[in-house]
């Protein structure tokens, strides 16, 4: 084997240009398959970077036409009333519910500027209160905001996230505490998100956490819908479950408002599987399908491809073939379309050893051993 590899390099060594050819064919091959299927398993097998992630689920509203849609925070009460734990305290019927918490969420633009200073657009999750034990996750400085700083009026709070802080307020643990500017009030800064604390392909870019301030009307319109669910499961529940205790609510919501809830469905489903649709699924999958097209391309064209030809064997004089006979003497007066014959005595060697002549006759232009001697 190891002569082989050693031929095979001493091959190689001898035409650099093929060589790196099949080098660069290889090396683009190999590298767009790899990141195709890299961006295959962050996509679509790579779990949430959060504590038994496999238990969190997004809850997703269906209109009648089969699109997604949000929620209401009015619905959102009544399903963490009727289907989480939390909500049920102590009572008998809390583990027979699906959802151990529930939380809800909306993402803003906000607009924060120093003095002195342009202002700068920063984005936030608005949460509820019940977000740090459905996530279990604790801020890495300060504190988490309580049930009571969702009340308007009390609601001046903010958690920064790890890049934020570093970025823009250079990791000072002095932070906390401090007040900025945030769209023409003040915000109290209670704390800073862990650096794990990050999953861009369900938030986007957060670059702040606060918590969900209501106001009276928003929340008693049950058309504003413009919240997102994430919820935990209660032990001994899957998605399926879930989405079975979903429906009888649902359709309580149809007979009671079926002017905007009628054939409104919903799907319990984790947090990496909502983070494409279908459409995208496919293309993913698509994607990964033409790197493995791209590498068989390659590999196709170099085992296809002509090397350099090898150096040609040396010449055997006729001298050292007897059988062979002499090339014809050329004559301007010989018929171009007849070759001479060669000569009987430059042949007598290969006539001794042949055997004898057939039955059918002698080749034309070819005298016998016995018709030379005569001669």
Not at 41 to 53: G, I, K, N, T, W
Not at 205 to 228: A, E, S, Y
Not at 315 to 344: D, G, H, K, N
């Amino acid at each position: 084997m190891f002569s082989a590899l050693r031929l095979a390099f001493r091959t190689l060594g001898r035409t650099p240009g093929f060589t790196t050819v099949a080098l660069i064919t290889l090396a683009l091959g190999i590298g767009v398959n790899s990141s195709m299927y890299t961006l295959v398993d962050v996509l679509l097998f790579r779990s949430a970077p959060y504590p038994e992630s496999d238990q969190l689920m997004f809850v997703q509203a269906r209109n009648a036409q089969g699109q997604s849609d949000g929620f209401s925070f009015r619905e959102f009460e009544e399903m963490r009333n009727d289907l989480a734990a939390t909500a049920a305290g102590g009572a008998p019927d809390a583990a027979s519910r699906p959802f151990a918490t529930l939380i809800a969420f909306s993402q803003w633009n906000n607009a924060y500027a120093e003095p002195g200073q342009p202002a700068e657009r920063l984005f936030s999750a608005d949460c509820t209160a019940d977000f740090f034990a459905t996530f279990r996750v604790q801020p890495f400085l300060g504190r988490a905001f309580s049930p009571a700083e969702q009340v308007p009026g009390h609601n001046q709070v903010a958690l920064l996230s790890h890049a934020l802080w570093q970025s823009r307020f250079g990791g000072d643990p002095a932070v906390v505490g401090r007040t900025i500017r945030l769209n023409a009030e003040q915000v109290t800064i209670i704390g800073v998100m862990p650096a794990t604390f990050t999953y861009p392909l369900f938030w986007g870019k957060i670059d702040l956490w606060r918590p969900i301030t209501i106001p009276q009307h928003i929340v008693n319109d049950r058309d504003n819908r413009l919240f997102g669910i994430v919820a935990r499961l209660n032990p001994g529940f899957t998605a399926a479950t879930a989405e079975a205790h979903l429906k009888p609510l649902l359709a309580r919501w149809a007979q009671d408002y079926p002017k905007n809830n009628a054939g409104r469905g919903a799907r319990v489903m984790t947090l990496t599987e909502a983070t494409l649709d279908s459409t995208g699924r496919f293309l993913v999958w698509l994607l990964a399908g033409i790197g493995l097209v791209v590498l068989f391309i390659a590999c196709f064209n170099l085992a296809t491809s002509s090397s350099p030809a090898p150096p040609p064997a040396p010449a055997i004089s006729p001298s050292a073939r007897p059988w062979a006979p002499p090339a014809p003497a050329s004559s301007a007066t010989s018929s171009p379309s007849r070759l001479s014959s060669p000569s009987p005595a430059a042949c007598s060697a290969c006539w001794s050893a042949r055997s004898p002549t057939p039955s059918w006759g002698t080749p034309s232009g070819w005298a016998t051993p016995a018709a030379s001697s005569s001669r």
